[in-house]
């Protein structure tokens, strides 16, 4: 199977997906680009029968789990100062309704990374990836039970912490 025949079907879940994970569009579109290029070199692998949309994700979740190693490991030896946001659009929303949308944005992502990572990733592949359950568990070599379980526990935890956010 051709690498560029992955790039329509596929490449705007990987993309959602990838932007997940990275946080920002830069680092997105680098864990993008990465992926596509591992499956350059195991073109000879993928197969059309299997499923490779689940591969693509798989894949990059492999690769940003990687990467945040090397970042920990970097960043115990030189730490690295955070970019500040970008301005707001014209003629978009007021700017209260901008501050509350970034506050709930800024209060999901910190439930979902506080979560452990065997609860976020399985969410992340699904909601960001796309993934059915089924593709999750293949991807990650688990049993479909346990993504199932997991998928239940992270969204409760989500849920129990949301609540607390909104109660205080």
Not at 60 to 69: F, I, Q, Y
Request: glycine content about 8%; hydrophobic content about 40%.
């Amino acid at each position: 199977m051709q690498v560029e025949e992955l790039i329509e079907p596929y490449g705007p879940r990987l993309w959602r997906l990838c932007r997940h994970l990275a946080g920002c569009a830069g680092e997105a579109e680098e864990l993008y680009q990465q992926t596509f290029l591992r499956a350059l070199e195991c073109e000879k692998r993928l197969d059309r029968e299997g499923n490779p949309g689940a591969w693509l994700c798989a894949t990059a979740a492999g690769l940003w789990k990687s990467s945040l190693r090397r970042t920990a490991r970097r960043a115990a030896i030189a730490p690295m100062v955070p970019e500040e946001e970008g301005g707001a659009v014209p003629g978009g929303p007021t700017p209260e309704e901008t501050l509350l949308r970034r506050e709930r944005a800024q209060r999901a992502a910190l439930l979902l990374d506080a979560l452990e990572e065997k609860y976020r990733l399985p969410l992340v592949l699904h909601y960001s990836g796309g993934l059915a359950v089924e593709e999750i568990s293949a991807a990650l070599r688990l049993p479909v039970g346990t993504v199932k379980s997991r998928m239940a526990r992270g969204r409760a935890k989500i849920k129990e912490g949301w609540e607390a956010w909104s109660h205080e």
